[in-house]
């Protein structure tokens, strides 16, 4: 393929596909490790990335109206903590002179998304309210359903299509044509009474029976719901008022061991590669003292960060409610850093707007407020930039400094959270008695009893192989006996 067609490919995709496992992976995935038609996916993929200039798709070379039109932008997150890919079919309407545009928007934002948060699935939703023939739009649609079955591999959860009008009905059987079945299974209608099983009231507009009171607009450029600045102390409770002064020292001390360790294992954590749930649901329970070190980490060009993706948050059940996030600078400069959330209300990040020193790891807690508990469809931005000046990195110094940093040097990196529903600790969580917890729920100990009966079955195969073997090796050697016998037998009765 690269020999036949190299002049067909940009060498920044050849060169990430050469470097990206995770990239690899899911085109394997998505074409069910079949490999002639990965290959023909890639092919096909790569060439449309070239033709469409993907690579070097930006905000300044695309049209400012198409941004300010507002029918495609990425805002909230669904029930199981996919990003929202919002298609708002009334602003759209057909113009052959501007398709081409229009599907560079799409791939924009779907590039711009990927890369943001390493490939993580979107879950598009058509909002076909107020909708009619006018807008109904096959060339556009096709190209959408392309983006995800045939240009982003593993890149789709599901198609949430909302108040569909029943004279579009003839359109979308042409539409499940072009899909595949499992594309099918992935579209999911709704209306007002239902939509709620996917999406949550807190992220649907009003319009569509929520509470959201989002309005999309352009400039800034929205693509997520950070805000800031982002309180250290967060805001004001009784529970944070008669913090005693004994723990706040034991919250130091045990940070700072934290940070011991983290130093002294952190070639071999930076290594170590990210395992299955099943693996680290093992390694917690058999090693409780181990869940402490990070078990990932995102090698960016000024930080290392661990995790690497998501932050591990006890229920109200479990009661965990720190986590531990290491930065190390690995540059020769000062590199700034703030953190931001789309839930300031409920975080305490210290320290939230600091600077770490070269060749240096700082440890940032973040912990939940008193009756507060994490979700799924909260998450972090962790924003950093170099500094020039060798001193001076005050709060006021700081403060201009992010005034005057351009953009483009800005480095970005977004944590999700994960709530821990058993009584698991995690790979970070900071609450002492995380390793004393009880067992487990039904589903926990459901799972570790098909386990159990899958390794005993495993046991039993192998006992009956050793047993079979051992009654041939009998029967053998009987047989032997049998012979050699025989044999003396006949050479005695020669002689005789």
């Known amino acids: 393929y690269l020999l036949d067609k190299s002049d067909k490919y940009d060498s920044r995709d050849v060169e990430r596909l ?32 070239k033709e469409y200039t993907v690579n070097d798709l930006t905000e300044s070379i695309l049209p400012k109206w198409l941004f300010e039109n507002g029918t495609l932008f990425l805002h909230g997150y669904d029930k199981e903590g996919y990003k929202l890919f919002w298609f708002r079919v009334k602003h759209h ?8 545009e229009k599907k560079k928007l799409v791939a924009f934002w779907l590039e711009h998304y990927s890369k943001r948060d390493h490939g993580k699935p979107l879950t598009v939703v058509f909002d076909m309210s107020e909708t009619g023939i006018s807008h109904i739009d096959l060339d556009f649609v096709r190209f959408i359903v392309n983006c995800f079955t045939d240009y982003y591999p593993n890149f789709l959860t599901k198609i949430v299509i909302f108040e569909m009008p029943w004279i579009m009905n003839a359109a979308f059987k042409i539409v499940k044509g072009w899909l595949g079945p499992e594309a099918i299974s992935m579209l999911k209608f709704t209306n007002k ?57 034991a919250e130091t001390k045990e940070t700072g061991e934290l940070n011991e360790e983290h130093s002294l294992n952190q070639k ?27 078990l990932t ?30 930065l190390t600078n690995v540059t020769k400069n000062i590199v700034a850093f703030k953190v931001r959330t ?43 930039a170099e500094m020039d000046q060798p001193s001076g990195a005050g709060v006021p110094e700081l403060t201009q400094f992010w005034k005057e940093v351009p953009r483009t040097k800005v480095m970005e990196h977004r944590l999700r959270c994960h709530v821990i529903e058993s009584s698991k600790p995690s790979s970070l969580t900071l609450k002492e008695n995380a390793f004393n917890t009880p067992a487990k ?28 073997f051992q009654q041939l090796s009998v029967v053998l050697s009987l047989l032997s006996v049998t012979v050699v016998a025989f044999c003396f037998y006949l050479a005695y009765t020669q002689r005789s």
């Open 18 to 49: 050469q470097q990206d496992d995770k990239w690899v992976e899911n085109y394997l995935i998505w074409r069910h490790d079949v490999i002639d038609d990965t290959l023909k996916m890639i092919d096909e993929s790569f060439q449309w990335r």
């Open 93 to 100: 309407t057909r113009d052959p002179k501007q398709q081409l």
């Open 193 to 249: 009474s239902d939509v709620q099983e996917y999406i949550s009231g807190e992220y649907l507009p009003p319009h569509m029976g929520g509470t959201d009171s989002f309005k999309y607009s352009y400039p800034p450029l929205v693509d997520d719901d950070f805000q800031t600045p982002l309180c250290e102390n967060g805001p004001i409770t009784s529970e944070d008022e008669h913090e005693s002064k004994e723990e706040i020292d």
């Open 268 to 294: 071999k954590m930076n290594s170590i590669e990210q395992i299955s749930k099943s693996e680290e649901t093992d390694k917690t329970e058999s090693k409780p003292k181990i869940t402490k070190k990070a």
């Open 297 to 326: 980490t995102f090698k960016g060009p000024l930080l290392h960060i661990s995790p690497a993706e998501e932050l591990y948050f006890g229920s109200k059940e479990t009661g965990e409610k720190k986590c531990l996030i290491v």
């Open 342 to 384: 789309t839930a300031p209300e409920k975080y305490r990040v210290k320290p939230s707007n600091s600077s770490c020193e070269p060749g240096t790891s700082l440890d940032i807690v973040v912990s939940l407020h008193g009756g507060f508990a994490a979700s799924l469809q909260d998450r972090f931005l962790i924003m950093a």
């Open 441 to 468: 729920n039904n589903e926990d100990l459901h799972i570790q009893l098909t386990r159990l009966l899958q390794i005993n079955k495993r046991l039993q195969e192998q006992i009956d192989r050793c047993l079979w």
